[in-house]
């Protein structure tokens, strides 16, 4: 194996827009990011576009991106990467379909609804798996089945279905659902009945009693065929590990055949396991010999979509001092050789509450390479310092070269 190892940390969504309530700025460069800021001044900084031309800015196109897949050829649907993780074996006539159990509002008809929160509340995972055995209990059959994933993130797979377009829920946030529906019958009726299996259901009387959100309707949305990635270990020679709370990363990884670390904890909220995601980092890469890590932050992701400036920002020092932080002072330590890349996947700016395809900034640090310059990570300074990568799937070329 090398004697070099190398680390991505992906802060999901954390780049933004320039935010008036923040003097212009964005919640990068208001963050207090000591760490971040000393390792600018020794890395190259610049833009990376990670969304090809045409492609929806998803997390699922953005993070194959990352990983060195270029999504034009490997992406299949976000469902099918997600089924991987929860274990499922796909056919090749089955569609995977993200089932969501999302927030709406409980006046008029369903279709007049307006959806709240995408996530019910960030919901655990055990609440979840006792609302979808009752939708499953209730609506599952041979053509359709049900399969938990974590917190609000499920599955349903479609047996002999077709991939068909449908509206993510995040997108509209605040609007009323009627126009969004699926125009496939069979899947429109499951979601109106599952609005009448959970509204009343007693977990989610429980969930309000204590001012959370209910999880009262499920969403179906990124409907994809079987994937089929290549190994990441055959394209470039490197054993590879992937640390994430969410299964569209932990899919991925297993398409690709990387190692998947569950972390204790490690929920994709803004309350998550840093910490045992950057000690698990740090075990992988100098206890167990791999050459390669790829540490997935969800939280910023989710405080863009729920709109909360103060909790990004929050999100986004979390990174900082909790993973990003712990890991360069495990790597200085152990004395080992490292390169390391910081980026998002794709920007989530707070006043959309949805994914763009803007670039987003990278820094890329070698250990080895004396770099001097005055920058700060951020969106604007990596406009400022002229460095551009136009396809995304080649910026883990230059982390490795």
Same mark, same amino acid.
């Given at each position: 194996?090398?004697?070099?190892?190398?680390?991505?940390?992906?802060?999901?969504?954390?780049?933004?827009?320039?935010?008036?309530?923040?003097?212009?700025?964005?919640?990068?460069?208001?963050?207090?990011?000591?760490?971040?800021?000393?390792?600018?001044?020794?890395?190259?900084?610049?833009?990376?576009?990670?969304?090809?031309?045409?492609?929806?800015?998803?997390?699922?196109?953005?993070?194959?991106?990352?990983?060195?897949?270029?999504?034009?050829?490997?992406?299949?649907?976000?469902?099918?990467?997600?089924?991987?993780?929860?274990?499922?074996?796909?056919?090749?006539?089955?569609?995977?379909?993200?089932?969501?159990?999302?927030?709406?509002?409980?006046?008029?008809?369903?279709?007049?609804?307006?959806?709240?929160?995408?996530?019910?509340?960030?919901?655990?995972?055990?609440?979840?798996?006792?609302?979808?055995?009752?939708?499953?209990?209730?609506?599952?059959?041979?053509?359709?089945?049900?399969?938990?994933?974590?917190?609000?993130?499920?599955?349903?797979?479609?047996?002999?279905?077709?991939?068909?377009?449908?509206?993510?829920?995040?997108?509209?946030?605040?609007?009323?659902?009627?126009?969004?529906?699926?125009?496939?019958?069979?899947?429109?009726?499951?979601?109106?009945?599952?609005?009448?299996?959970?509204?009343?259901?007693?977990?989610?009387?429980?969930?309000?009693?204590?001012?959370?959100?209910?999880?009262?309707?499920?969403?179906?949305?990124?409907?994809?065929?079987?994937?089929?990635?290549?190994?990441?270990?055959?394209? =470039? *020679?490197?054993?590879? $590990?992937?640390? !994430?709370?969410?299964?569209? &990363? @932990? %899919?991925?990884?297993?398409?690709?055949?990387?190692?998947?670390?569950?972390?204790?904890?490690?929920?994709?909220?803004?309350?998550?396991?840093?910490?045992?995601?950057?000690?698990?980092?740090?075990?992988?890469?100098?206890?167990?010999?791999?050459?390669?890590?790829?540490?997935?932050?969800?939280?910023?992701?989710?405080?863009?979509?729920?709109?909360?400036?103060?909790?990004?920002?929050?999100?986004?020092?979390?990174?900082?001092?909790?993973?990003?932080?712990?890991?360069?002072?495990?790597?200085?330590?152990?004395?080992?050789?490292?390169?390391?890349?910081?980026?998002?996947?794709?920007?989530?700016?707070?006043?959309?509450?949805?994914?763009?395809?803007?670039?987003?900034?990278?820094?890329?640090?070698?250990?080895?390479?004396?770099?001097?310059?005055?920058?700060? =990570? *951020?969106?604007?300074? $990596?406009?400022? !310092?002229?460095?551009?990568? &136009? @396809? %995304?799937?080649?910026?883990?070329?230059?982390?490795?070269?």
């Amino acid at each position: 194996m090398e004697d070099v190892k190398y680390i991505i940390i992906l802060g999901d969504g954390m780049s933004d827009e320039l935010i008036g309530a923040l003097g212009d700025k964005t919640p990068l460069m208001v963050a207090d990011t000591p760490c971040i800021d000393l390792l600018a001044k020794k890395s190259e900084l610049g833009l990376v576009h990670t969304i090809p031309k045409g492609m929806k800015p998803g997390s699922d196109t953005a993070n194959l991106s990352v990983l060195g897949y270029d999504p034009v050829k490997y992406y299949s649907g976000r469902s099918p990467l997600e089924a991987l993780s929860i274990g499922v074996d796909m056919k090749e006539t089955d569609i995977a379909i993200r089932c969501n159990l999302v927030t709406l509002s409980e006046e008029g008809s369903y279709e007049d609804k307006i959806i709240i929160d995408h996530s019910s509340g960030e919901i655990s995972t055990e609440d979840a798996g006792v609302l979808l055995e009752a939708v499953r209990d209730e609506l599952e059959n041979e053509n359709y089945k049900y399969y938990k994933g974590t917190s609000y993130r499920h599955l349903t797979i479609w047996e002999n279905g077709k991939v068909i377009p449908l509206m993510e829920p995040h997108d509209i946030l605040g609007k009323r659902i009627g126009k969004y529906l699926p125009k496939d019958e069979a899947l429109k009726s499951m979601m109106i009945k599952s609005y009448d299996i959970l509204n009343e259901h007693p977990l989610n009387i429980e969930r309000k009693k204590k001012g959370l959100n209910k999880a009262n309707s499920i969403w179906f949305w990124g409907a994809g065929t079987k994937p089929a990635l290549s190994s990441f270990e055959e394209k =470039y *020679n490197k054993k590879g $590990a992937m640390i !994430s709370a969410v299964d569209l &990363l @932990k %899919g991925i990884a297993v398409g690709a055949g990387m190692k998947v670390i569950d972390v204790p904890g490690a929920n994709g909220t803004l309350h998550t396991n840093y910490e045992g995601k950057a000690s698990a980092a740090i075990d992988v890469l100098l206890k167990q010999n791999y050459d390669f890590v790829y540490i997935h932050v969800e939280a910023p992701d989710e405080m863009g979509h729920q709109g909360n400036i103060e909790n990004k920002i929050k999100a986004i020092q979390y990174l900082d001092q909790r993973v990003i932080k712990p890991v360069v002072e495990g790597m200085e330590v152990s004395g080992e050789d490292y390169r390391m890349l910081i980026m998002p996947d794709h920007p989530t700016p707070i006043h959309l509450r949805t994914h763009t395809d803007d670039p987003v900034p990278y820094l890329l640090y070698d250990n080895r390479v004396n770099i001097k310059n005055s920058y700060r =990570y *951020n969106e604007i300074d $990596a406009i400022c !310092s002229g460095n551009v990568i &136009l @396809k %995304g799937y080649t910026i883990i070329d230059r982390l490795f070269n």
